[in-house]
């Protein structure tokens, strides 16, 4: 009798859901609720993109999505923090382009290297960025602002998001098939910090994502002269893309996309990855999106995602190079 009832014990305990560190059954993640960090301050295109997914993430995972913005270094304060997190799916990363592709050139010292330390589940949005400068400046056109920077050399500067910001890159091609040069300010924090000195009259030029232009532009205080997209943005829809100006090589755009801690498991990756793709199909989310001159995409797989990654870092380390880009 006694080896029944042993053997309906253990029978029972093996039935059992396994418990993790947490004390969550397997399988069902999430069971509390998730950190997202932003490696860039409230205001930029990043939080712009996370805060209109947040809700519809929450609602897709039943628990709240908590958005933790931790600006500095460029993005790597907050890629740091993601690949030293516990890899179970409860502190996600929203990287991009700069943190993530760019930043291991512009920072070769840097300890974390997110093709080794993070896992790519899926690109979640792609942006387009803009060139907008100051109201008062009395030109109108990107031809206008050319001849007007030509005819003041050392005279304007323009702000960035940081030295290995994409939008900062991309302004240092501009100026050199331009022939022109802006002494260049990175300011703290992602586009919200250039967009607040644009306004200002502290600089005189900045490139970021429309997100951080749109509202400004339409109350004229200050000026979008072009778009670096392959198309024409409906948030701005008289503004020529660069392409059409005679500047083909300004049609690279800067990409959103989350990633996880390496080791966090399989089932975590696959849940955060069909999720992301249900929330970035959903009307609500691109209406908000394309409102600001985004666009939802998500990739085919992690897999997909992974070697998109690769390719984007090989890519920008040939511009870094190119330009002579350096952190400052």
């Known amino acids: ?35 997202m960090l932003i490696p860039f301050a409230p205001g930029g295109a990043s939080d ?31 890629v740091d923090l993601v690949a030293h997190a516990a890899p179970d799916g409860y502190t996600i990363l929203l990287g991009n382009i700069g943190a993530i592709a760019i ?3 512009i920072f070769p010292r840097f300890p974390i ?15 387009p960025g803009a060139l907008a400068i100051n109201a008062s400046l009395p030109v109108a056109t990107v031809k206008e602002f050319i001849d ?6 050392g005279a304007l ?47 005189s030029a900045s490139m970021a994502s429309p997100a951080s232009f749109v509202p400004h532009a339409k109350t004229g205080r200050l000026k979008v002269l072009g ?34 801690p390496v080791a966090t498991p399989r089932p975590v990756i696959n849940r955060l990855f069909a999720v992301v793709r249900k929330v970035m199909a959903d009307p609500w989310v691109g209406e908000r999106l394309a409102a600001g001159g985004a666009q939802p995409i998500t990739s085919e797989s992690p897999e997909a995602f992974a070697r998109f990654t690769r390719s984007q870092t090989e890519f920008w380390a040939r511009v870094v190079k190119q330009t002579g880009a350096a952190a400052e």
């Not at 029978?11 to 947490?22: E, R, S, W």
């Not at 007007?148 to 050399?153: D, G, H, I």
Request: charged share 15%.
């Open 1 to 35: 009798m006694k080896a029944l009832v042993w053997l309906a014990i253990a029978l029972t305990v093996c039935a059992l859901p396994a418990i993790d560190g947490h004390g969550q059954a397997a399988g069902e993640y999430p069971a509390r609720p998730v950190r």
């Open 227 to 260: 778009i670096v997209a392959s198309s024409r943005i409906a948030a701005l829809p008289d503004v020529p893309t660069f392409a059409e100006l005679g500047y083909p090589e300004l049609t690279v755009a800067s990409w959103q996309g989350i990633y996880v």
């Open 48 to 78: 712009f993109v996370g805060r209109i997914a947040q809700p519809k993430l929450s609602e897709e995972l039943g628990q709240q999505i908590v958005i933790d913005n931790r600006a500095g270094a460029a993005g790597n304060i907050a």
């Open 103 to 105: 930043n291991p050139s």
């Open 113 to 127: 290297n997110p093709l080794r330390d993070l896992v790519s589940v899926t690109m979640i949005a792609d942006l």
């Open 148 to 153: 007007y920077a030509k005819a003041r050399p």
């Open 157 to 203: 500067n323009f702000g960035s998001a940081g030295a290995s910001s994409s939008t900062r890159l991309m302004m240092e091609v501009f100026m050199s098939a331009a022939g022109i040069k802006l002494l260049h300010i990175p300011y703290k924090g992602g586009a919200g910090g250039a967009t607040t000195a644009l306004l200002s009259g502290e600089i």
